[in-house]
């Protein structure tokens, strides 16, 4: 199956600082990335909807401007948590679906990162 | 709205034994299902998923899911449990919105398998 990388695997920041995750279709194009954010036990929660080269759609309750969102390119989004605090600490997963080619049917299935695990201290 | 009930958080059963995982969607439209397992610490893998075509999926690791329409059920099965199956199992629904599909996840089910 097509391949998406995801990066960092974790990692530990300081309250008010800032973190970009990555989020990457090796082999494949994606015009639309998903990610989101799964608490402990709880299952996964959709943060927002990348368009590449257009705005992020972000679910209610989501604040647009702590989490940053960008598409530039068809295999690549990134998220940031800007102004990081301890109640953002969580796992965030981003997942991919591929372009599909002209003429065909839109994908259905969508390919999932490893996560991030975020620790805001 | 479509959305995902899957019943029991928790589902225990011994190595060998038929593993049964519930879930039970709504949807007006024909649904596309899916069912994925993730590890602790790690992203999501796809089991198997249900676009309209058999009724019966055949998934990776032996699992399997059976697509019922008028129960509007989507249970995932495993004739017998290998300790390797621990994990916690997602259900989800694909919804089509305006230039794609967004996936509505399940609570997800913990299995457990004692030896």
């Known amino acids: 199956g097509a391949v998406v990388s995801q990066h960092p695997s974790w990692v530990i920041c300081k309250s008010g600082t800032s973190v970009k995750i990555e989020c990457r279709s090796l082999?494949?194009?994606?015009?639309?990335m998903f990610w989101y954010r799964q608490f402990p036990k709880q299952s996964l929660m959709l943060m927002a909807t990348s368009n590449e080269g257009s705005k992020a759609t972000y679910e209610q309750g989501v604040e647009k401007d702590k989490f940053l969102i960008n598409h530039a390119s068809l295999t690549l989004s990134t998220l940031t948590v800007t102004s990081a605090h301890p109640e953002d600490s969580s796992f965030y997963i981003c997942?991919?679906?591929?372009?599909?080619?002209?003429?065909?049917?839109?994908?259905?299935?969508?390919?999932f990162g490893q996560g991030t695990r975020l620790t805001v201290v | 709205a479509q959305s995902v009930t899957q019943l029991g958080s928790h589902v225990s059963v011994s190595e060998g034994a038929l593993v049964l995982l519930r879930c039970n969607y709504s949807?007006?439209?024909?649904?596309?299902l899916f069912w994925y397992v993730q590890y602790p610490n790690q992203g999501l893998q796809l089991l198997l998923k249900y676009t309209s075509a058999a009724t019966l999926v055949k998934g990776i690791n032996g699992f399997e899911a059976e697509f019922k329409k008028s129960e509007t059920s989507f249970h995932l099965t495993k004739p017998s449990a290998h300790m390797s199956d621990a994990a916690e199992y997602f259900c989800?629904?694909?919804?089509?919105?305006?230039?794609?599909?967004?996936?509505?996840f399940g609570a997800g089910t913990r299995l457990f398998v004692k030896a």
């Open positions: 989800a629904v694909s919804e089509i919105i305006t230039g794609g599909f967004k996936t509505i």
């Open positions: 997942s991919a679906r591929a372009t599909p080619r002209p003429g065909a049917n839109m994908n259905t299935e969508a390919f």
């Open positions: 949807s007006s439209v024909p649904p596309y």
């Open positions: 082999d494949f194009q994606a015009t639309t």
